[in-house]
């Protein structure tokens, strides 16, 4: 092992490439973003092939599905970044900015409520890429899940999603059996027959969906599918689960401009050096979810980008 001879400002200018020191040597992990944990056939053979190139032969995959070719030289990396660039891949994914996009296999898994993979790729075009200058107080990490069994543990993200499905139970056509198939099914107990005709205790229920077109009578014949959000939460040094928004909604589109605006708000209200769990504790929830819920940050959206904030954030990878 050589030891390190790169500057520390070389080796900070290229750590916000996506470049992560090999400690004690000249060498660096090259940090290649997924969108979303999904790579084509063509792409792993590109990164493979890089790998034997330019880094140690060996392929690293990290907890937030982006995958890594360590061993890279230090004069190698804009060449590395050349070589990937033929197949559509960059390198990045560090610093105090919004933080490449996790998603569950909702799309194709048996559980999921939304397209999981095409809802992180238009976050990650929105808001990895279109926000990639955009410094902010810490990391922020965004995660997708496609059900409430938060296989990518979207509430341990700063914003995470949520895939729903809210059951319409229609009371006129339940029988109130005496073994009701719903009451039976349900995952979270929230369903019940309560004075012969079934409750659903909407406290308790996580709009799971399960129970849509299971009652043989059609008391649930259809779901509205949706999205919850929450916001808050941090796994590592310190845990905070996010606590969800009371809205549950059902606009892509406005679920996502919850996104922007959750941003807007941390890169305005947050300050250097804390996470959004933090913002929010500060500010209250209650306060946040308001700002969230309402469109008067988006109004402010220029002037929020335009101010010289967070120089140097909190992040330290
Ligand atoms: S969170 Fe739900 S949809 Fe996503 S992988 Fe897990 S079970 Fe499947
Ligand atoms: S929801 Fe369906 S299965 Fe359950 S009590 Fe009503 S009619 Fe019976
Ligand atoms: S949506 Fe899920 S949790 Fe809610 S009542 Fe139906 S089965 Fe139970």
């Known amino acids: 092992m050589s030891a390190l001879t790169v500057s520390a400002a070389d080796e900070k200018r290229v750590k916000g490439m996506g470049f992560l020191n090999n400690k004690g040597t000249d060498n660096f992990n090259g940090r290649i973003i997924t969108v979303n944990g999904k790579i084509t056939a063509a792409q792993q053979r590109c990164i493979a092939e890089a790998a034997e190139k330019f880094g140690s032969g060996e392929v690293v995959f990290t907890t937030r599905l982006t995958v890594e070719v360590p061993g890279i030289p230090y004069d190698k990396i804009e060449e590395f970044q050349a070589f990937i660039a033929k197949e559509g891949l960059v390198t990045g994914g560090t610093g105090s900015k919004v933080r490449p996009v996790v998603s569950c296999k909702g799309t194709t ?47 341990l993200n700063d914003l995470g999603i949520v895939g729903q499905r809210i059951p319409e139970f229609d009371e006129d056509s339940c029988n ?89 708000l941390f890169r305005e209200q947050g300050k250097t050096g804390e996470r959004f769990a933090q913002t929010i504790d500060r500010l209250g929830f209650e306060n946040v979810e308001a700002q969230l819920l309402s469109d008067d940050i988006l109004s402010r959206k220029d002037e929020i980008l335009a101010a010289e904030l967070h120089l140097k954030g909190g992040a330290t990878c």
Do not use: M
């Open 176 to 264: 109130g059996c005496k073994k009701c198939a719903i009451e039976k099914l349900c995952p979270t107990k929230a369903a019940k027959v309560v004075d012969g005709v079934l409750e659903i205790d909407k406290d308790v229920c996580n709009n799971c969906g399960r129970c849509v077109e299971k009652c043989p009578f059609d008391a649930i014949a259809d779901g509205t599918y949706g999205f919850k959000i929450y916001i808050g939460g941090r796994w590592g040094k310190s845990v905070a689960h996010g606590r969800a928004l009371r809205k549950v909604f059902t606009d892509k589109e406005e679920a996502l401009s919850v996104i922007e605006k959750a941003i807007l």
């Open 109 to 155: 898994c048996q559980y999921g409520l939304l397209d999981s993979y095409a809802i992180s790729e238009e976050i990650h075009k929105r808001f990895y890429e279109g926000y990639r200058k955009v410094l902010l107080p810490h990391k922020f990490k965004i995660a997708v899940g496609g059900c409430p069994n938060n296989c990518v543990k979207p509430d």
